[in-house]
């Protein structure tokens, strides 16, 4: 077992490496990584950093030949030959060699593109641009490197027992929902923490301690390197850049309104089973059910990622019913701002109704609210996305207004042809 | 730092040793020792353990293969060189060459005697018999041995990261405790919590948070071997077996009446300073205290370790007025079943009238209370005390009626030679 509060005592700030290895990411990423290169390798794409907690000024905590440092690091990362063949040999979703040969080929060889860094107004404008498959890939290191920056930059001055102590809390407080979660029948939860974990070594912690204390209830990890070392199942499928990617590069209002529906026809094409999950909330679940055509009743589930997660459960299970489909054949995803109460919460209401599930991030990973003198380790809401495409601006809407991207004029456009009216706001904590 | 969780989930129960030095003892025991060696070396004496917590069936619950070869372990010590050179050359309160080299050239070819152990009623008989020297070094390792495979025993059961749960808990406890204990302006507080410690690691653990949460308010441990390793104070100075001893061994009553009075005589003639602290319950405190000689009064302080503490330290001030003293130049320690709610009312009570001091045990080095289902790691009275010497019982009142022990007869002889009337009882939790 790693005694977590020695090595952030021991650490040597300057070389140790936030992120170890080119599959210390998300899987979806990889999953979507392979469709783009598949059906639109040659768009170019911008992401940038986004920290949406504006009081937390980053670059004030931050310093920034040390953030060189790490994202330098990444760059000079490439596919292992243990990693490389994890990926080729494993079994995903009960699908061998869900990664074809010509995909691997091109990611054995991939580096990370370079990277953009600026500081404005005691924030860091970071931004990556180039080939969507390779810039993409930026996204989930570049967050985990900002995360574990600001922690260790908190971190740093204290003592040896102080931080022993931390983390003796914050191992307490995980292990109090992991015995609360343990009282649900038929749960199914799974990490979803990559993007905003406290740091590696402490959402390795969490993931092994879910794994000893829900046992087949804990369905695995988001990330892929640790379900390769704790030998567990990756998960995840796809997220928001998709559609918001397609439908900037949509031609006209029409080609708008029809772009979330070509990334899932897409998707169908590549994928079955449990892979096909529907994200319905990038411009409006309401309007985006609605309009849905017929096939996409037939996928096997729902991911609820934003909004009022009860009523984004709701709206699923009617359209569902409309379409002649059981709604206990679905599974609906759980995974926007997720705690142990609103778990258990949501397990009751659903549980029978459908088949539910967790991806648990932010509070699964880096839940250290209250545990330093001015909560100065608490999460906070830090995104990487897509802000462009071939030179247009991507506008996402979301089922919450506080979560919308994009220019407001495109964001108009985008609300008239989806046809989104009033939207319930809800804080974004992380 | 020790990472426990893990130290205690690969232990090879069979072969790590509890015990790992002759000086993983209190140093209280080594004064008493050197003190016994002058002045009664040849007095045959008999320890003897007793469990008060008879609810805990502790031959139930640790193997006696394992205690055996544990106690065989204990007596297969002898001090080492480095330990020798330690207490040769340490400076112990301000004094070189606090042990004698006669002392020390026995104490180095010293092994500790045979022990007895048998079972019966689900507890363990373990007595030691032979020279007082010698055997009443065995009391604080025979403790820790009992206490720690009582620990071993309930948590040789649990995963990894239960455990590391479970220790994470613990410290977080000690943290808390730390950091209430660290507001009390001018607290003095030292560790006396090796003898019901829940294991070796721990009480080192609870000692170096101490040493850093609380800076110089901590003014050492009692354990010589962690104040070695630690590079702090040994703290101590003697105990209930002096004048139980010394009272089995009177001829009669008027002898009997003495006894207490002979113990600190001798020890008057060998140490001076912080060291002359009366140990004044044994017989009671306030017939002590009414028929003790004026030089008495002299001494640098008292220890209160039974009956009310409050009531105990009154009496003490009220007793150095009456002779003249200055209660402002007297110290007072507090050693009996703290917790830092007690530690913090004695403190406010007693800071300024007198030197206050804590020495600190069992709920420093073994709270581990509400834990565990069942509350399995509650720590529990264990004690291992003289029980005759030259073949007559020894006897203990104390304040507290809980704590008394002896054959009824002679508790009846000494209550009525030492004039003690009704006594308040107090539950002896620890």
Redesign the interface.
């Known amino acids: 077992?790693v005694?977590i509060?020695?090595r952030v005592?021991n650490h040597n700030w300057k070389i140790d490496p936030i992120v170890r290895s080119l599959i210390d990411t998300d899987f979806y990423k990889l999953l979507m990584c392979q469709s783009i290169f598949r059906n639109k390798r040659d768009t170019r794409v911008t992401f940038s950093l986004i920290n949406r907690t504006k009081s937390i000024r980053l670059a004030e905590l931050i310093d920034e030949g040390e953030l060189r440092e790490q994202l330098d690091h990444v760059r000079s990362l490439s596919l292992s030959r243990g990693e490389s063949t994890w990926l080729r040999g494993n079994t995903f979703y009960g699908k061998r060699q869900m990664f074809r040969p010509d995909f691997m080929e091109w990611f054995e060889t991939l580096k990370l593109p370079p990277y953009h860094l600026e500081k404005r107004d005691g924030q860091y404008e970071l931004t990556f641009e180039g080939a969507w498959p390779e810039v993409m890939l930026w996204e989930i290191p570049a967050l985990a490197v900002l995360m574990e920056l600001r922690s260790r930059a908190v971190t740093k001055d204290m003592?040896?027992?102080?931080l022993?102590?931390l983390?003796?809390?914050a191992?307490?407080r995980?292990?109090e929902k992991v015995e609360k979660l343990r009282q649900l029948d038929g749960l199914r939860l799974a990490d979803f923490g990559t993007r905003r974990r406290h740091s590696f070594l402490w959402q390795d912690w969490c993931v092994?301690?879910m794994l000893?204390?829900l046992g087949t209830a804990f369905t695995g990890t988001s990330n892929c390197r640790i379900a390769m070392r704790r030998d567990i199942e990756a998960i995840g499928t796809n997220a928001h850049e998709l559609p918001m990617v397609y439908a900037a590069l949509a031609e006209d209002d029409a080609a708008l309104a029809r772009a979330p529906y070509n990334v899932l026809s897409d998707w169908h094409e590549e994928h079955d089973g449990n892979l096909r999950v529907i994200l319905p909330d990038t411009y409006g679940t309401e309007s985006f059910l609605n309009n849905a055509p017929d096939w996409l009743a037939g996928w096997t589930g729902i991911r609820v990622d934003s909004g009022d997660p009860a009523t984004g459960a709701e709206a699923a299970i009617r359209w569902w019913q409309e379409r002649g489909e059981d709604p206990r054949d679905k599974l609906v995803i759980f995974s926007d701002g997720l705690d142990v109460d609103k778990i258990i919460k949501l397990h009751h209401q659903f549980a029978g109704r459908v088949k539910v599930s967790f991806g648990w991030g932010t509070l699964l990973t880096n839940d250290f609210r209250g545990l330093t003198r001015d909560d100065s380790l608490a999460p906070f809401s830090l995104v990487c996305k897509a802000i462009s495409a071939n030179g247009r601006p991507t506008v996402k809407l979301s089922d919450n207004p506080n979560k919308a991207m994009g220019p407001e004029d495109e964001i108009a456009r985008y609300k008239r042809v989806f046809g989104i009216g009033e939207q319930a706001a809800i804080d974004v904590l992380v």
Request: charged letters at 25%.
């Open positions: 077992m005694d509060a020695t005592h003592g040896k027992f102080e022993e102590v983390y003796a809390r191992m307490s995980v292990w092994q301690a000893e204390g």
